[in-house]
Nanobody, 126 residues
Framework: QVQLIESGGGLVQTGGSLRLSCAVS????????VAWFRQVPGKEREFVAS????????YYGDSAKDRFTISRDNAKTTAYLQLLSLKPEDTAVYYC???????????????????WGQGTQVTVSS
């Protein structure tokens, strides 16, 4: 089993920044992958970024390129999502997700992840 707990969301002005954290516990060995998704009420969940836990190989969604960065600490206990140059359209609940053995062609598919956190709200004011 894997447990994920997000934190770091909040209210920020346009152009501001936030760093989201996802505390990861449980079995993380093997082909473990951590991802960030976001969702606005009434809209589909959107892939933001993911990282292979051991190799630190990263993948990004179109909305994240050049502004968001996924990373993890050396102890492999926490995943981060650095959000820069935030825009009102970045407002959403951001979820941390994790899975094992997710193939590269499937990293953007939320259904590939077995574990999910409770989400953290990010609100960007104009």
């Amino acid at each position: 089993q894997v447990q994920l707990i997000e934190s770091g969301g909040g209210l920020v002005q346009t152009g501001g920044s936030l760093r989201l954290s996802c505390a990861v516990s449980g079995r993380t060995s093997g082909r473990f992958l951590v991802a960030w998704f976001r969702q606005v009420p009434g809209k589909e969940r959107e892939f933001v970024a993911s990282m292979r836990w051991s190799e630190r190989t990263t993948y990004y969604g179109d909305s994240a390129k050049d502004r968001f960065t996924i990373s993890r600490d050396n102890a492999k206990t926490t995943a981060y999502l650095q959000l820069l140059s935030l825009k009102p359209e970045d407002t959403a609940v951001y979820y941390c997700a994790a899975g094992v053995g997710v193939i590269t062609s499937n990293v953007r598919n939320g259904a590939a992840y077995a574990y999910w956190g409770q989400g953290t709200q990010v609100t960007v004011s104009s």
